[in-house]
């Protein structure tokens, strides 16, 4: 296949402003506006790779010690490496669907390939899936900002409450976010957000490795698989899911880069995913050398700095840039919940800034209030992560691929797709259902 736009697709993106991809060395080309003090610009090769770290880390780093605790050594990193590079293939396989079909949408892709009604169900499994992220931000948001209320303003004061925080910071912070109607208006954001997480990671291992220095390794390490609370080595997948789920923002990151086409795009993928992958791999094997089965503790709610003294500086900093990473990871999955309710309801209407502001306004104040009662954010993760998160990112780029391409199911351009699929299905409804096995009937 041509990795340059087909005419079609050329088209469609001069329509948005954005120019096809001319030469490979066209990230280079010295007639491109510069931005200042070395930031990548905009819907550059180096921006978008920020975007791109920014829609998939976030709140899932907190998990992963977590997954590698209740799932083991070697099967945490089977998975993450796994999880890595069938990331890389699902943004490659929504490319050449985009590329085959001249479309530049999920929910588009949807229609095109198994109609309306297929298409109203990705739109509800987008809104669901991304509307539930937002919520698990918050949660997160208010695991975080809690201790750091009770050190700055005192365990009794009103504005030490959990919820007085998560309101102030929602709105003073994220829905100005939200409020952008470009998504690469927060390249900058992300940019920041990603390296809030390098600071977090660094953190947590400099912590874990003066406390394994000063206790040695945890004693009860599982190298293997862990089998012994039965099937519950499972409840890391779903979350290892939810950790690389960035795929809905693909075409928004595609078609505001510079001189788009599927090399340039690939090129994206793989390096953030690469620094995703690394970055989930340290903080989750160095905090569970150092504290062991302990993280799987229910106090610990599944969140490794939940496991750090509350009067710890170098944590303390990092809960503080976590938050700010987070504030940035929650607009990019609002984005495409308004572009769905607008897509379901308001095909037909012209652009209005009023709708715009009451649609954005009416997300957040309702994610908010979701997360403010629902303080648990490991039952979120887990059945987000098996359910939409298996679908929208893993069985629907392969089951665009497998309707688009010809030939029969077994052929070498549906092969891998098919398994992509299959395998998706069976792995998050298992995980999902340990999740709920294991939290509600155990």
């Known amino acids: 296949m041509s990795l340059t736009p087909t005419p079609s697709i050329r088209a469609s993106y001069q329509s948005k402003g954005v120019l ?15 931005s200042p003090l070395f930031f990548p610009s905009q819907g550059s090769i180096r921006g978008s790779i920020f975007n791109l770290c920014g829609a998939t880390l976030g709140a899932g780093a907190l998990s992963l010690p977590y997954a590698v605790a209740v799932s083991g050594v070697v099967f945490a990193i089977v ?11 699902t943004i490659h396989l929504l490319l050449r669907a ?6 530049i949408s999920y929910e588009d892709l949807a229609l095109h390939c198994f109609g309306r009604k297929v298409e109203r169900f990705v739109e509800v499994n987008i809104f669901v899936f991304c509307f539930g992220i937002s919520v698990a931000y918050l949660v997160t948001l208010g695991d975080i900002i809690s201790p750091l209320g009770a050190l700055l303003f005192g365990d009794d004061s009103f504005f030490a409450q959990r919820w007085v925080l998560m309101t102030i910071f929602c709105f003073v912070i994220m829905l100005p976010l939200s409020l952008l109607k470009d998504i690469s208006s927060l390249q900058f954001s992300s940019m920041l957000g990603v390296f809030s997480i390098i600071f977090l990671v660094l953190a947590v291992a400099i912590r874990s490795i003066m406390i394994a220095n000063e206790n040695g390794l945890a004693t009860n ?7 012994s609370d039965g099937p519950n080595f499972m409840l ?15 075409f928004s990151i595609y078609a505001e880069l510079q001189n788009p086409c599927i090399e340039r795009m690939s090129k994206v993928a793989k390096r953030a995913t690469s620094v995703s992958v690394t970055i989930y791999l340290v903080v989750g094997l160095i905090a569970y050398l150092a504290f062991g089965s302990t993280l799987s503790d229910p106090e610990h709610k599944g969140n490794i700095l939940l496991s750090f003294a509350l009067n710890d500086t170098l944590i303390a900093i990092s809960r503080a840039a976590l938050t700010f990473t987070v504030a940035v ?8 919940c308004r572009f769905t309710l607008d897509k379901m309801f308001f095909a037909s209407a012209k652009d209005s800034m009023i709708r715009h502001v009451v649609v954005t306004c009416g997300l957040v104040f309702a994610a908010l209030i979701l ?10 993760f887990g059945i987000i992560g098996g359910t939409c998160s298996s679908v929208v990112c893993f069985c629907f780029p392969a089951a665009f691929i497998i309707k688009l391409e010809s030939g029969p199911l077994l052929s070498k351009a549906k092969i891998g797709p098919a398994i992509l699929f299959v395998g998706a299905i069976i792995m998050g409804s298992f995980g999902t259902g340990v999740t709920i096995w294991s939290n509600f009937y155990k």
Request: hydrophobic fraction near 45%.
């Open 221 to 227: 390490l599982q190298w293997g698989l862990n089998v």
């Open 329 to 336: 990871a929650f607009p990019l999955n609002i984005f495409p």
């Open 98 to 103: 985009g590329d085959m079909t001249s479309l």
């Open 371 to 380: 997360a403010i009662f629902c303080p648990s954010i490991n039952v979120v």
């Open 79 to 89: 998975q993450l490496v796994c999880a890595g590079l069938l990331t890389v293939y």
């Open 20 to 34: 096809p991809c001319q030469t490979q060395d066209s990230e280079n080309d010295a007639t491109r506006p510069k």
């Open 236 to 250: 890391s997948v779903p979350i290892v899911m939810f950790a690389f789920t960035c795929q809905v923002n693909v």
